[in-house]
Each structure stands twice: as C-alpha cells, then as structure tokens.
C-alpha cells in the first residue's frame, strides 16, 4: 500500500517536470497513445460520448438521449486495477445508480440498478446486445471485454422483462489496426495466475480477434466456517454444511473468437463465440460446486442499409450453460465441536440452453426522425437433476421450455437543430412455460402458464446551451417470474423447494428528471437525476431452515406488496492538470416495502441508502499512469424481512482500490506493458453477499507484450 501512495505523490509532484520540453525524455522512449489507446489529454470518465445503440437499440448520438446512460470504455478499462474479483461487476461500480454485490467466484456479479434490488429480475444483461441469463454473462472474461454501457430507468419497452431497474450490455473486443498481438500475464495475491494471449486486427473489408485468457487461483474462504458456526448457533443452521473448511480453489479457462465484415456500402455482419470452463473447490474435501463445467455464448448479427431511407438488422444467439457438481455430508456441530464428514451424498446437473433470435428495422423516410420497429423470439429449456452417489438413483428432476415473443416499437424526433429530442416506445411481450416436468410434482407434468404485458417508455431532452440540459425519462417494465419457481419442488437433499404456480408477475414503473452542468473552460461536468418510482407485487424468495434435515434448506418464493424507491444519483468530474482528473459519484437512495404485513417500512433487499467513489486519475504516457479510488457503501440486507443477523445484515464498508501502469516503446512495433494494481488497499473486512466475503488486500502484478502488425 506504502508502494502505491509512493508512486502516485511522485507522478503529481513530478507533472511540471514530465511535461516540460527540457524534460530528459525523449520521443523514442515515449508510447504513441494512438497505438496505446491511452490518451494525455484526459477526457471523460464514465460519461457516454460518441454514438450509443444499447440507449435505444439504433444508433444514437450519446448528446440527444433522453434517458440516463453510462459507458465504462476501454480507456476506463485499462485505468482500474485488476480485481481478484475478475468480473464485468468491477468495471461499473463507479457509475452512479449502480451497485454491486459480489459472491465471486462461484457466482456473476448482483448488479442492482437504481436500487430495484433483485438482480435476476430486476436487471436485464446482454452481450454485444443479445440478452443473456445472469449466470451465463460471466462467460466473458475481462480480457475480452471493449466497453460496458449501462442504461438506467424501466427499459422493457426496448428489452423485455427484467429491466425494472435498467440494462447492463457487455460489448465484447473487435480487431482494429491498433489490436496487435499480445501475450502477457499476471500474478498476486493467493497464487493467483492469469495468463493471457490475443490476435486482432483489420484489413480491408475485415476485422478479427481471437483470444485464450486463465484465471487460476488457489482462491481464499469465501464461506468462512467462523461466520457459519454463529449463523448456526443463531438458527440459521442451513449455511455451515458446505462452508469453506479450506481455501475455495479455482481453475477458470475462456476461448473468445470474432470475425467480423463490412463493405462500403455499409453492409456487414459479426460472428463471435465466447467460452468458459470452470473447476470451483468447495472448500472441503470432495465437496466441487463446479465439477468442471462449460458454457457458451455465440451469437451472429447481420446489418444493411436499404437506399438512405432504412437499415435492417438481424441477430441470432445460442447460449448453452452446463454445471455438475458432488456434494458430501459435510460439516456439522456435535457437541460444540466441528465434525467433518466427507461421505459423497449427490451428484447434481444443472443445464440451459437459449436461443434468441431478433429481426429490427430502422426507418428514417421523415427527416429529424427515426422509427424503430422489431420483433423478438427466444426459447430457453432447462434441465436440473439430482442423482445420489451411493445408488445412483435419481431423486428429482426438473425440466422446462421457455417461450418468449415480442414485438417493439419506438420513435426517436429532433428539433430545434438537436436541441430538443423526445423518444416514445412500447413493447408487448409474451411469454409461454410449457413442456414441463417435476419428478416431485403431483401431477409431474402440470399445466403450461401463459403471461403477457405491455410496456412503455418516453424521455425528453433539451439543450438550453453548451453549458446546461435537462432530460426526463419514465417507463414501465414487468417480470413474469420464473418457471423454476412456478414448478419446481425437491423434496430430497440438504437444499429443498418449494413450487409457487400461484407466483404474481411483478410490475415496475419509474420517472426521472435530470440535468446536466458542462463548463468546457475549467473542465467541469456535473450531473444531478432525481428518480422516484414503485414495484408492484414484488417477488420475494426466502431460504428457510428445513425442520425435517438437519442443516438443510427450504427455498420458498412469494409475493409481497409494493416497493416504493426514491432516490437521486449525483455524478461528477473535474479536471485539475492537463494530465489529473477528479471524478466522482453519489447515490442517495430510498428504498422501502409497503403494504406488505410484517416487512412494511422494511429495506428492500440489497438495495442500501446510499452507495458512492471518488477517483483521481492521472495519465503520463511519458512517466507513468495512476487511479486510485475511493468506494463507499452503506449497510444492507440480504431479506426482505431484514433479518439482523451478520450476513444478512452486511454492514457498510469503505474500500481503496488503485493502480499504477506505464507504456514502453521498445521499437517502432512493439510495446511492453507493466502494471501493479491493488484492491481493498486497507483490508476491510466486510460481507460482499450473504455469506461470502471480500478476499481481503490483493496485489496482483501484470506485464503484457504486444506486436503492432
């Protein structure tokens, strides 16, 4: 930590030095920030620029959006540290109205957005803007990721369920003439090893990249047995059976490969494959959450013009996820006493796949217009079964098929030269679970359930002048629900269920008003969006203690009332030098139930009162490169009935994360790249979700090589 504080005072106190043309470096020694991606001048944090597509679907100027949208960029990317928790979580916890809960890395991050809470459905996540299911979103490593944009506000008018809180799109890298050839690697903290090597580029009409990442740890006690002894001596005696006796060891291994084309004409198309292995120890001997396990994200999208007056686009994905696991006995008190008991008890197999398929069109016929019109269709299947280890007889089973159809609509207007823009969409969305079967079930193959919604959105925004600009956006969004939890019963084993056909679909509506401060003479940007809206019949699932298994489970869903959220997200940046920037952001954020018996006035779940960074970043291609960030967050809980218990109640934290890089022009085409990051710099202690904890300090080292074609 001495080290980091160290560099980072000498970068500031030597700026004047680096900067002046009597300045010993020379140009040769310097990296060519064309080539780096890394530019002196310091522009934006966070801030999207430049056209978006994930705000509206079709390609958009980031200046005339209505609606409240963030990007984390590749020069964002590069400025933080390289997290233990190596997820696309990390990148966008400084974004304000974004929260991010970690259980890494056996899960993906728990985005929650304007804090809706809930991340499987109240947060919508797509890969190059193709809907994923959560768990099949980590199949991106970050080593293959270009940008993230974030949308924030009731989006289902555009995306479907789940956007009750907003969007996360991960954009995965294209090849371009800078991409080059890189092999590097990294190494830190609990003999962590992250080999790394990439292809990429573009010529002529073409563009590929192809890449191998690793992520191999000896890992830490992510479920420590302290804290699962005092849940147990508190009742909650279901956690301590499978909690980490030893380090949680960890093999992750990701293939990534795109090919992509576009003529002249504006033609085009990108094909991509993205895959994961994954090994996961569960911390007791014989005990493997993930027994080797793949999954896969492919997707193929195709785009033309049609004369000046439309643009077609096409995409089609198939996701497949595949995770076996082997569960023992475990751990146990007897008598006060630990007892461990290896003693293989199930092999379980948990499969998905999903198959996408879209078709949008763009009309711009009406000048200062744009009309949005698509259809939407996608079939998700799963299969989860239990086998016991001893006989190998199957003890439950659940299969089920997922149906899901749209059709969207949406225009775009501008007036005023660009200075006024309003945006109006709707969307119907229908959804079908059928095909089912539950071996616990009585009948086993229960009745198809059927859901439809309409839902809307609409934003205004107007540019006084260059230095002010207020926007407002409102929309609605809905969540059927999801089929393993209208049928799926386990009667068997230490994590039980409960079916809910009767389970209410939720349903969200939201309004914002914001304004945005950009003086361009000082470097000064600040942005204020006050939000204010409510989620009605909100689903809520428990994970109660099973009376008739000692340590078990039972998994129940049901509805409550309604949730009422308010809050406003505040964002901020300030450029101090030429080469050091201040930025900065504030949720303050209320998020309570009502009307809903014994949890009213309670917390909405993973959703705390108020959450925040503040970040320097200084950036000296001919010297050195640092960020270092301040996080903040206040408690939390992990129930909606506000269990205070540790682990459920996760306390507030403060954690200080930085980095420290430089660029080394060995020849004209090659570069040499060494970093040193460090998260949690002052090792918090401290909840990252129920029942598992941050790592602690980690330092991680990095050095990466690249050839320039």
């Not at 939720?506 to 006050?530: C, N």
Request: with cysteine; aromatic share 14%; net charge negative.
């Amino acid at each position: 930590m001495i080290v980091f504080i160290a560099l980072f005072i000498v970068c500031l106190s030597t700026e004047t030095f680096a900067a002046s043309p009597d300045s010993s470096t020379t140009m040769t020694q310097s990296v060519d920030t064309e080539n780096s991606g890394m530019s002196s001048e310091n522009p934006k944090a966070y801030r999207m620029e430049g056209m978006t597509v994930t705000a509206t679907k079709t390609e958009t100027p980031a200046d005339l959006l209505p609606v409240t949208a963030y990007t984390v960029d590749e020069q964002d990317i590069e400025a933080q540290p390289s997290y233990f928790m190596s997820n696309f979580g990390e990148l966008i916890r400084d974004v304000p109205g974004v929260h991010v809960s970690q259980y890494y890395p056996w899960g993906p991050p728990w985005v929650h957005l304007r804090g809706t809470g809930y991340f499987i459905g109240r947060t919508v996540f797509l890969v190059d803007g193709i809907p994923v299911t959560p768990f099949v979103s980590q199949t991106i490593s970050n080593q293959d990721i270009d940008s993230v944009d974030v949308v924030l506000g009731p989006s289902s008018a555009l995306y479907g369920a789940n956007a009750s809180g907003g969007v996360v799109n991960v954009i995965t890298k294209t090849g371009n003439k800078n991409t080059g050839a890189n092999v590097g690697t990294g190494y830190g903290s609990n003999n962590t090893w992250r080999p790394r090597t990439s292809i990429g580029n573009q010529t002529g009409d073409w563009n590929y990249y192809f890449s191998y990442s690793g992520d191999y740890s000896d890992g830490y006690q992510m479920k420590p047995v302290e804290g699962m002894i005092d849940l147990y001596k508190a009742k909650k005696t279901q956690y301590l059976w499978d909690a980490s006796l030893e380090d949680n060891e960890y093999d992750y291994s990701y293939l990534m490969g795109k090919l992509g084309w576009r003529n002249s004409n504006g033609v085009g198309f990108n094909a991509a494959y993205n895959f994961e292995q994954l090994y996961l120890y569960g911390g007791q001997p014989g005990l493997v959450l993930n027994d080797d396990g793949t999954q896969g994200i492919g997707s193929f999208k195709f785009y033309a013009p049609v004369g000046h007056s439309a643009k077609v686009t096409a995409s089609f994905g198939y996701q497949t996820l595949d995770r076996p696991g082997t569960n023992i006995k475990g751990l146990s008190l007897v008598n006060d006493q630990l007892v461990l008991n290896t003693t293989p008890t199930t092999r379980t197999e948990w499969k998905n796949t999903r198959t996408p398929v879209e078709l949008q069109t763009d009309l711009y016929m009406i000048d200062n217009n744009v009309l949005t019109l698509g259809a939407f269709w996608s079939r998700e299947e799963e299969n989860r079964e239990t086998y016991t280890i001893s006989s190998n007889a199957r003890t439950d089973k659940t299969e089920y098929a997922t149906d899901q159809t749209a059709f969207y609509a949406q225009d775009q207007m501008f007036f005023l030269d660009d200075r006024l823009s309003f945006l109006v969409g709707m969307r119907w969305d229908f959804w079908n679970f059928h095909d089912v079967f539950d071996q616990a079930s009585n009948p086993q193959t229960p009745e198809d359930i059927e859901k439809d919604h309409v839902s809307y959105r609409g934003g205004t925004r107007y540019r006084f002048n260059d230095v002010f600009t207020l926007k407002s956006s409102g929309g609605t969004a809905f969540w059927p629900g999801t089929a393993l939890w209208f049928y799926r019963n386990v009667t068997s084993g230490m994590t039980q269920r409960e079916a809910n056909p009767d389970l209410e679909p939720e349903k969200t509506w939201m309004v914002d008003l914001g304004g945005e401060f950009t003086i361009a003479r000082t470097g000064t940007f600040f942005s204020i969006t006050p939000y204010f809206g409510e989620i009605e019949d909100m689903v809520s699932y428990r994970y109660d203690v099973n009376p008739n298994v000692a340590g078990g489970t039972i998994i129940r869903t049901q509805n409550l009332g309604t949730a009422e959220i308010y809050g406003v997200e505040l964002g901020a940046e300030q450029k101090i030098t030429d080469r050091l920037r201040l930025f900065a952001s504030l949720t303050l954020n209320h998020s309570r139930l009502k009307d809903s018996g014994a949890n009213t006035d309670n917390q909405l779940r993973n959703a705390p009162d108020y959450w925040g960074s503040l970040g320097l970043r200084y950036l000296n291609p001919d010297l050195l490169n640092a960020q270092a960030t301040l996080r903040i967050s206040d408690d939390r809980y992990y129930d909606d009935e506000n269990t205070d218990l540790p682990y459920f109640h996760m306390e507030a934290y403060q954690t200080v994360d930085a980095k420290i890089w430089r660029d080394w022009r060995l020849s004209k085409d090659y570069i040499l790249t060494t970093g040193l990051s460090g998260t949690n710099l002052f090792d918090q202690e401290y909840a990252s979700e129920i029942v598992y904890v941050d790592p602690g300090r980690c330092i991680q080292a990095d050095i990466n090589l690249k050839y320039l074609f």
